[in-house]
């Protein structure tokens, strides 16, 4: 009996080492909102691969005629908060951060133009409204992280979102950028992937999105095969939270 219980235990760290060898490189995927129109299959993909990864939401219009925080995506945002992935604000209007302005507010600019003069207590509201809909949506809190939409940050945009409760607006790394928002005539999905595996580096955080309407060939078909060529570099994957 004891020999047996030997056996097991040695076992049981050898399969231990083996787990750290395996995870000695870590990377984080994670998600902006876009049109949602891969969305339920970048979920499936994800769940097979038993991945965790960080999503940042806006109330941006969907593939479907709605909003990605409407109640019609409950189901799919309750979905993911049970399976454990984290959340964080990608702002309620996705408009851009442009320029700190002499009277001290920031220059917030929309994809059609629209110019917002932001207060701090605006910059507060711009990223606690997506807060407040999505624990209105699934009982769940989103954590302090944000993203600010196309990763334009500047300092006052920084110093404004610490003073109400979030971090440093979240990037990505340079070999993360995965590319799934460039036309794919120019960029093919076999290229982008190819590049992603030949950089990406541990410790490099991920960037795609659940859905680009400008995309013919949407990179949603080579996440796969990205996380199964990661995988077999010695990557892992984690979320934002569980970054050192």
């Known amino acids: 009996m004891r020999h047996a219980i030997l056996i097991a235990a ?3 760290c050898s399969l231990s080492s083996f787990a750290d060898n395996a995870c000695q490189k870590t990377v984080y995927l994670t998600f902006d909102s876009g049109n949602m129109v891969s969305a339920e ?20 219009p969907t593939f479907r005629g709605d909003h990605t925080l409407d109640d019609s995506w409950r189901e799919f945002w ?6 454990g992935h984290q959340f964080g604000s990608h702002t309620w209007r996705h408009a851009y951060f442009r320029e700190d302005l002499a009277d001290g507010t920031l220059l ?3 994809a059609s133009g629209e110019r917002y003069h932001l207060t701090q207590a605006d910059l507060c509201e711009e990223l606690e409204s997506v807060n ?8 769940h809190p989103m954590s302090h992280l944000w993203r600010a939409p196309g990763g334009h940050v500047t300092a006052r945009t920084n110093r404004y979102a610490k ?5 440093k607006a979240v990037g990505w790394s340079k070999a993360g950028f995965l590319g799934d928002e460039l036309p794919s005539e120019r960029y093919s999905n076999p290229f982008l992937l190819q590049r992603a595996l030949a950089h990406i580096q541990n410790g490099d ?8 309407a400008s995309r013919h060939d949407p990179f949603v078909n ?9 995988k077999q570099k010695g990557f892992c994957f984690n979320t934002l939270a569980n970054s050192k």
């Open 78 to 83: 309750l979905a993911r908060v049970k399976e």
């Open 108 to 110: 917030y600019v929309s």
């Open 163 to 167: 003073a109400c409760g979030f971090s």
């Open 10 to 12: 040695l076992l049981l």
């Open 222 to 230: 080579e996440l796969e095969p990205l996380i199964s060529g990661l």
């Open 41 to 60: 299959r970048i979920a499936d993909i994800l769940k097979r691969q038993h991945i965790l990864a960080t999503f940042f939401v806006t109330n941006k």
């Open 132 to 139: 407040r809909r999505f624990y209105t949506l699934t009982q």
């Open 205 to 212: 955080i991920l960037m795609m999105h659940l859905g680009i």
